[in-house]
């Protein structure tokens, strides 16, 4: 069974892992292997950032000993070469996401320099005083900030679509807040902090109904599920690199053709001119326009691996494993006397907010870690909703292709002890 997060209604997960050979994929992550404190590894900061397979590795390496050269440029040999495994990368994107050209793949430092180029361009080309960008209570930072900029230049409102305490998105009262002078929805598809899976679907029709324009923050779906921007019909798309076991330092802007090219460059500089003089500069069309200076060339590189590496399991293989491993988690975590699991939504992806009763999050995250398990605690930059749930921090694990049962039960025994030592 697959998380489909181009629907709003998505299975709760499958138990068998049987055609899923979960042992190979390990051995793909040389990290894994690695022993902390004595432990083996326990790695369930995804959500933060992903761990790289060998292939990703391997094909950064060969970048840098085999053919490295800047691209776009060069008539030599090294110049072609590297252009070429650029460029190639850009068209796997496209085929992961299901662009409808390869010129809609921009390439960006990540999924927070993606939406601040949106904002900075489009934003300021586009929205004038009064207009509505409404935005939900469960943002990553990155997905506010670059709106406040906005809103604090040039006036814009913005809206903030509740959720309730589950953490569910509400589409009723997100559908209340649209009108007329909505001109875009910025809103996560999964939320970092909770794993709720928001109804996409519904607020793109919802949203396009009313003639606003959609952004979608995919950092925390492109992990874990099929993402079809065309079966969407998205406006933008944006997501990280890192997060998709791919390097950091590089990351995709999806825009529709029509409204790149309809945009004014984000940064100038090379790479991206048509022609300079000192009276007049012309632009290239998208994706160049938007790619000022020498872009992270293996990086791009090595996400395109990582797009090969993802798609060559199946993302539909993978969210039938985290489902299982997530129903698993919840299971075993919610067993645990005086822990709650904060973000209980419907339709989740692997990820799992939680606070023990009396202990600090940071005191779960610095005693689990002496048993070899990474989590992250603190507000995983979306305080506004660590604020709706009254609390600063929380613990959170999150899932990825690799881990296991086993592991589940590592942070369980982790966690029980946590609470016999602070009791
Ligand atoms: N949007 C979401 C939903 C995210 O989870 C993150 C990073 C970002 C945007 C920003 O991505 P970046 O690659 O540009 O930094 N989220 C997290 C996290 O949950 N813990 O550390 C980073």
Redesign the pocket.
């Known amino acids: 069974m697959s998380m489909d997060l181009s629907q709003p209604v998505i299975s709760s997960g499958d138990n068998s892992t049987s055609a899923y050979d979960l042992e190979r994929i390990r051995a793909d992550f040389p990290i894994l292997k690695q022993e902390v404190y004595g432990k083996p590894l326990v790695y369930l900061d995804n ?3 992903a761990q790289k397979p060998r292939q990703v590795i391997d094909a950064m390496s060969d970048v840098f000993e085999n053919y490295y050269s800047n691209v776009h440029r060069g008539v030599h040999w090294t110049s072609q070469r590297s252009t070429e495994a650029f460029e190639a990368a850009r068209e796997k994107v496209q085929v992961f996401i299901n662009a409808a050209s390869v010129n809609e793949v921009i390439f960006t430092r ?4 993606s939406i601040n180029l949106v904002a900075a361009t489009w934003g300021r080309k586009n929205l004038k005083a009064g207009d509505e960008v409404i935005l939900s209570h469960m943002e ?1 930072h ?2 506010i900030v670059p709106w406040q900029l906005l809103r604090d230049e040039i006036g814009i409102e913005l809206k903030i679509a509740p959720i309730d305490k589950g953490g569910n998105f509400l589409l009723d009262a997100f559908e209340a807040l649209l009108s007329d002078k909505t001109k875009l929805v910025a809103v ?1 598809h ?4 909770l794993g709720t899976v928001v109804p996409v679907a519904d607020v793109i029709r919802l949203a396009h109904e009313k003639g606003a324009l959609v952004l979608l ?1 995919g ?2 779906a492109v992990p874990h599920a099929v993402v079809d921007v065309q079966a969407l019909d998205v406006d933008f798309y944006v997501f ?1 690199g ?2 998709l076991y791919g390097p950091t330092g590089i ?1 995709v802007l999806w825009g529709r053709e029509d409204l790149l090219n309809a945009m004014p460059p984000y940064q100038g500089g090379g790479d991206m001119i048509s022609s300079v003089t000192f009276e007049k500069t012309t632009f290239m069309k998208t994706p160049h326009r938007f790619e000022a200076g020498t872009p992270a060339i293996a990086e791009a590189i090595g996400l395109g691996v990582a797009v090969d590496y993802v798609s060559g399991i199946g993302l539909e293989n993978i969210s039938a494993h985290e489902q299982g491993i997530l129903q698993y988690a919840t299971e075993k975590l919610s067993a645990i006397k005086g822990l709650t699991i904060i973000g209980t939504a419907k339709e989740k992806a692997s990820i799992i907010s939680f606070s023990v009763d009396g202990i600090h999050p940071h005191d779960i995250g610095t005693f689990v870690d002496r048993a070899g398990v990474a989590v ?1 605690v603190g507000h ?2 979306a305080q506004p909703v660590m604020e709706f749930y009254g609390v600063a921090a929380t613990a959170r694990a999150s899932f990825g292709l690799y881990n296991t049962r086993d592991e589940v039960d590592v942070l369980a025994d982790a966690l029980e002890q946590t609470k016999e030592f602070f009791a």
Request: proline share 0%; charged share 15%.
């Open positions: 959500g933060a950032s990540g999924a927070t320099e990553h990155s997905n996560t999964v939320s970092n902090a923050d950092c925390q990280s890192h997060k990351g992250r995983h930059c």
